[in-house]
C-alpha cells in the first residue's frame, strides 16, 4: 500500500538550533512530495515540494528539504530554527500516475521551538 | 482577497440533520478538492473536481454528496449527520490535476455534531 510516515509525533528544539522533520515514504515509482506546515485553527500552508532534479529543494520561511530515493526519505530541515515556527508539519506523497491529483498525507509532526 | 474561502468557519448541529459547506477560489484553478481531518490531525482526501467533473471519490459515505456548480466552486452536502462526521473539512485547489500542481488549502470548516 503507498503510505508516508513520519516517525516523531513531535519534535523539540532550541531556538536558532537547526531542525530536522522526518519523513519517508512507500510508493512504486517516482512520487512528487510535499511539505505543508499548519498554525493552530489555521489552513495548510505550502512550504516546498519536490519534482525532478537536484535533491535539495528550497522553500518559504527558509525551509529545505532532501529528497534521497535510496532511502526513500524527504527530510524538511532549517538551519536556524525561529519560535514562531512551532507548528504542525505534514509531508505528503503524490503517487504516480498522478493525473488526479490525490495526495497522501504522513501523520503530521508536531515542531516545538522554545526561546 | 482570500484565495481558497470557505463558510462557515464553525458549525454546530444536531444528529440527523443536514448540513452545507461551500467553497470558493479566485485562483483560477480548474480543479478543486475536499480534504477531512479528524481529531488525531489525520488529513484524507475525500472527493476532487475537475472543471466540474468529479475525479477523486474516495471510500466516503454517500451521506456526503459534492457539488461544483462552476470550477470557481465546490461544495460539500452531509446528510443524517453521525457523531463520527465531526472534524475539521478543508477545501483546496490546483491550476490542474496534474503530479506537479500545488494545492493550495482553505482554513477549515470545523463541524461538531452532538
Known amino acids: 500500500a503507498q503510505s508516508v510516515a513520519q516517525p516523531e509525533d513531535q519534535v523539540n528544539v532550541a531556538e536558532g538550533n537547526p531542525l530536522t522533520v522526518k519523513c519517508t515514504y512507500s510508493v512504486s515509482g517516482n512520487p512528487y512530495l510535499f511539505w505543508y506546515v499548519q498554525y493552530p485553527n489555521r489552513g495548510l500552508q505550502f512550504l516546498l515540494k519536490?519534482?525532478?532534479?537536484?535533491?535539495l529543494v528550497k522553500g518559504s520561511y527558509g525551509f529545505e528539504a532532501e529528497f534521497n530515493k535510496s532511502q526513500t526519505s524527504f527530510h524538511l530541515k532549517k538551519p536556524s530554527a525561529l519560535v514562531s515556527d512551532s507548528a504542525l508539519y505534514f509531508c505528503?506523497?503524490?503517487?504516480?500516475?498522478?493525473?488526479?491529483?490525490?495526495?497522501?498525507f504522513g501523520q503530521g509532526t508536531t515542531l516545538q521551538v522554545k526561546p | 482577497d482570500t484565495a481558497v474561502s470557505q463558510t462557515p468557519k464553525y458549525l454546530v448541529t444536531q444528529m440527523g440533520n443536514d448540513k452545507s459547506i461551500k467553497c470558493e477560489q479566485n485562483?483560477?484553478?480548474?480543479?478543486m478538492y475536499w480534504y477531512k481531518q479528524d481529531s488525531k490531525k489525520f488529513l484524507k482526501i475525500m472527493f476532487s473536481?475537475?472543471?466540474?467533473?468529479?475525479?477523486i471519490n474516495e471510500t466516503v459515505p454517500n451521506r456526503f454528496s459534492p457539488k461544483s456548480p462552476d470550477k470557481a466552486h465546490l461544495n460539500l452536502h452531509i446528510n443524517s449527520l453521525e457523531l463520527g462526521d465531526s472534524a475539521v473539512y478543508f477545501c483546496?485547489?490546483?491550476?490542474?490535476?496534474?503530479?506537479?500542481?500545488?494545492?493550495?488549502f482553505g482554513p477549515g470548516t470545523r463541524l461538531t455534531v452532538l
Open positions: 505528503a506523497v503524490r503517487p504516480p500516475p498522478s493525473n488526479t491529483g490525490k495526495l497522501i
Open positions: 483546496a485547489s490546483s491550476q490542474e490535476r496534474w503530479g506537479t500542481d500545488t494545492q493550495y
Open positions: 519536490y519534482i525532478t532534479g537536484d535533491n
Open positions: 473536481y475537475n472543471n466540474k467533473e468529479l475525479i
Open positions: 485562483l483560477g484553478h480548474d480543479t
